[in-house]
């Protein structure tokens, strides 16, 4: 298993891309059984969640928190976090949760003038 910790840089992995997508490719779905659906909210895929974060870096938030209460209520359960880690996307800043198999590290590209 993939350890992350909050803080690191990563990206999706191309097999959750794939996996995400499905049959279905930007504007053109089709369902398991190769029947083309309209572009109007397709149950069978999540392109547009692969279009919009895919080639994005994100930021490890931490665990995923399935609590409904705070830290400080008595009935916090510090057994409700994870497996699955928080990302937060750049630069939307916005918030997602993940399978740690399912994200790999970000490599940096250099931003050195040659």
């Known amino acids: 298993m993939m350890m992350l910790k909050k803080g690191d840089r990563v990206r999706m ?3 959750l891309r794939a996996r995400m997508r499905g049959r279905c ?4 779905h089709v369902d398991p059984n190769g029947t083309e659906q ?3 909210g397709c149950l069978y895929c999540s392109t547009d969640h692969i279009e919009e974060f895919s080639k994005c870096v994100g930021v490890v938030d ?3 928190d399935y609590n409904n209460c705070k830290p400080d209520d008595p009935a916090y359960d510090p ?5 699955e880690v928080d990302v937060r996307w750049q630069p939307s800043n916005l918030r ?16 050195a003038f040659f």
């Open 13 to 15: 992995t191309e097999a």
């Open 96 to 111: 997602y949760g993940y399978d740690p198999e399912d994200l790999e590290h970000a490599v940096e590209e250099s931003s």
């Open 25 to 28: 490719l930007p504007g053109k």
């Open 62 to 64: 931490g665990l995923v």
């Open 79 to 83: 057994s409700k976090l994870g497996p």
């Open 38 to 40: 309209p572009d109007d």
